[in-house]
DNA sequence: CCTAGCAATGGTATCGGTAACATTTCCACT
DNA sequence: AGTGGAAATGTTACCGATACCATTGCTAGG
């Protein structure tokens, strides 16, 4: 079955009585080459065990077949979904994705980038628009479709597919504004590491302000990611600095879980001792009780819309890079209706 | 700063004044340059922005520089530690990870094989021990390490790093045995795609069994994943059917959390009620409200160990493959701990 | 001063495919 | 039957690095 060495091209075209040429055509399918042919040597690629190198189809014809992609964290569904996302639109394409985690830090991400332009990949999608500034020179000098996702930079590297982080804060607060509450929280993460989480920040703070509210009451020292243990320290040092408050956002979902059962830990009712909002949609939010209200920010939407602007752009290269801006959808649960 | 064409290693050697060889040699730095040649051409290579192109270094040295692993699903914290895991534990060695995702699907698991199998990959890492045939004979002959995970086939194809799920389902029966129910059921998903989960089902029965209680109280039809939607189903249709219910093993700790909620919604208490227990060491289940009992399978160990049998696979091909075993440990919460 | 021996560097072949172009085969139609 | 043109197949060069072996330069020790 297994020689001591592995099977070529020109192996199985020696055995098929075809040219290697004929062998690479045959396998990749759609080209031309007739049927018998094509029969025996699939005959012959199976008795031999062959299966192509790709590493060396890349390598010849400068097609490295695969996408990269940096995301923040691994464990984080909502990026995980945008990588699901992005893998079905590539996979009629025959792209494939490669993936690698920034653990929320520039450097690291300058680091992997690097690591997947010495791959050559046909298209780079990152997390974010903020990156150190040597990382944003090998982003631009890739020679390839770069996207910058979950955010609307405002001076794009490449093309951009997000949503505006601000404008999800924003609507958080208004929503937490319109159910009557007045004193007004928001608990999340270091902003220089994570500047979606920032921005989201901002938007509410901004909104808050807007509407004549204090906007004093955030606890926003914790490195990301911010997760149900963060959430629920920092609800903790909240409700003891401002122990009066009535409402708060978290950044995620997970943080608002924890900073939710740190409340009812307490032995206060959500909502009506305290309303709390999170962000990102996860199935969490949904079943958790009471069901916690959310920011939908379609992440497998965005991976989808990533793949169609790789593909146009590796179609047309010189067309215009239009960013894409997808909007945010407010879910309202129990977690902030007070009644 | 760019030309139109990407520089090549002649490039930096022309510049450098050295030869290409020399080049590559002071880029991989572990071999005899000087410390002037070195630094002449690392200015050189800054300077026309040159980086190693993996693809052709792999070709040329027949070494791909990756280990591919597949894994059920993206969106599992579990697999997703493991992942990590490994990826720390290859790092230092210059090894990179290849992700892809079977959706629990053995014939999805065959198409991805042989997709790594045309990169060649320097080992191959699966999940669990069942596989189509044809999958079986692709990883037998691959000619690289195979590590089978989070299982312990009986019959392996090459390496194993895991532990008994059966063990582990049956130290959950056991507990709840000792803490004093007798009317015990189990919720999971369909066998024949989560062999892992199935496992631990039969662990957990076969105890039942042994220790005198009946065992019949199963809800396990659904598709895998069993996520928190799954689990509050399945405990819906449990209760109905058999109300008088004081104790339910979930699959993992999501369906047991949706399960819970389940409960919960319906008015009833967790544990004084119905006791809850899950599998897998989520964050979810130590920050829920009653924090859930759960096991700890040690994913991002069984990562980290099969780094370790990976190396020493690649250092000496020849040892021997002993089954790595990893001990499973229960952990106790609220939700089954009955006063 | 000579030479063994090692460090540093260079030259050449080669990995396994594919691009590009050349050639042959085959068929339909005049 | 002859011919044009598309389909099928073959030939050659080459992608960009590394393996392997050869060569040069330098130093230490007799």
């Given at each position: 079955m297994s020689d001591n060495r592995k099977a070529t091209m020109a192996d199985v075209a020696r055995l098929a009585g075809v040219s290697p040429m004929t062998v690479s055509r045959a396998l990749r399918?759609?080209?031309?080459?007739s049927e018998a042919t094509r029969e025996k040597i699939r005959v012959a690629a199976d008795r031999l065990g062959y299966v192509v190198d790709v590493t060396a189809a890349a390598f010849s014809s400068g097609r490295s077949g695969f996408v990269a992609m940096t995301i923040p964290?691994?464990?984080?569904a909502n990026f995980a979904d945008t990588a699901r996302g992005l893998t079905e639109g590539l996979r009629e394409s025959g792209l494939e994705l490669l993936l690698g985690y920034t653990d929320y830090d520039m450097t690291e991400e300058e680091r992997l980038v690097e690591a997947f332009l010495r791959r050559r990949p046909e298209a780079i999608v990152v997390t974010g628009g903020a990156h150190t500034d040597r990382c944003r020179g090998l982003l631009s000098g890739a020679g390839v479709p770069v996207v910058e996702t979950w955010d609307l930079p405002r001076r794009p590297v490449d093309r951009v597919v997000g949503f505006s982080n601000a404008d999800a804060g924003g609507c958080v607060a208004r929503h937490l504004f319109d159910q009557g509450f007045r004193r007004i929280g928001f608990i999340g993460g270091d902003g220089t590491r994570d500047t979606r989480g920032a921005d989201r920040q901002r938007g509410f703070v901004q909104t808050l302000e807007t509407l004549g509210?204090?906007?004093?009451r955030q606890i926003t020292?914790?490195?990301?990611?911010?997760t149900m243990r963060e959430g629920a320290m920092a609800m903790a040092r909240l409700l003891d600095r401002w122990?009066?408050?009535?409402a708060v956002m978290c950044v995620s979902d997970l943080s608002a879980f924890g900073a939710m059962n740190a409340i009812l830990r307490r032995?206060?009712?959500?909502?009506?001792d305290i309303a709390v909002a999170g962000f990102g949609m996860y199935d969490l939010s949904e079943h958790a009780l009471p069901g916690i209200t959310t920011v939908d920010a379609q992440a497998h939407q965005i991976g989808r819309e990533t793949a169609k602007v790789i593909l146009t752009a590796l179609d047309d290269p010189g067309a215009d890079a239009v960013p894409v801006s997808l909007p945010v959808r407010l879910v309202v649960r129990e977690s902030t209706v007070s009644r």
């Amino acid at each position: 079955m297994s020689d001591n060495r592995k099977a070529t091209m020109a192996d199985v075209a020696r055995l098929a009585g075809v040219s290697p040429m004929t062998v690479s055509r045959a396998l990749r399918s759609n080209t031309s080459v007739s049927e018998a042919t094509r029969e025996k040597i699939r005959v012959a690629a199976d008795r031999l065990g062959y299966v192509v190198d790709v590493t060396a189809a890349a390598f010849s014809s400068g097609r490295s077949g695969f996408v990269a992609m940096t995301i923040p964290s691994i464990s984080n569904a909502n990026f995980a979904d945008t990588a699901r996302g992005l893998t079905e639109g590539l996979r009629e394409s025959g792209l494939e994705l490669l993936l690698g985690y920034t653990d929320y830090d520039m450097t690291e991400e300058e680091r992997l980038v690097e690591a997947f332009l010495r791959r050559r990949p046909e298209a780079i999608v990152v997390t974010g628009g903020a990156h150190t500034d040597r990382c944003r020179g090998l982003l631009s000098g890739a020679g390839v479709p770069v996207v910058e996702t979950w955010d609307l930079p405002r001076r794009p590297v490449d093309r951009v597919v997000g949503f505006s982080n601000a404008d999800a804060g924003g609507c958080v607060a208004r929503h937490l504004f319109d159910q009557g509450f007045r004193r007004i929280g928001f608990i999340g993460g270091d902003g220089t590491r994570d500047t979606r989480g920032a921005d989201r920040q901002r938007g509410f703070v901004q909104t808050l302000e807007t509407l004549g509210l204090p906007s004093n009451r955030q606890i926003t020292d914790a490195a990301p990611p911010i997760t149900m243990r963060e959430g629920a320290m920092a609800m903790a040092r909240l409700l003891d600095r401002w122990p009066d408050t009535q409402a708060v956002m978290c950044v995620s979902d997970l943080s608002a879980f924890g900073a939710m059962n740190a409340i009812l830990r307490r032995g206060l009712r959500v909502p009506q001792d305290i309303a709390v909002a999170g962000f990102g949609m996860y199935d969490l939010s949904e079943h958790a009780l009471p069901g916690i209200t959310t920011v939908d920010a379609q992440a497998h939407q965005i991976g989808r819309e990533t793949a169609k602007v790789i593909l146009t752009a590796l179609d047309d290269p010189g067309a215009d890079a239009v960013p894409v801006s997808l909007p945010v959808r407010l879910v309202v649960r129990e977690s902030t209706v007070s009644r």
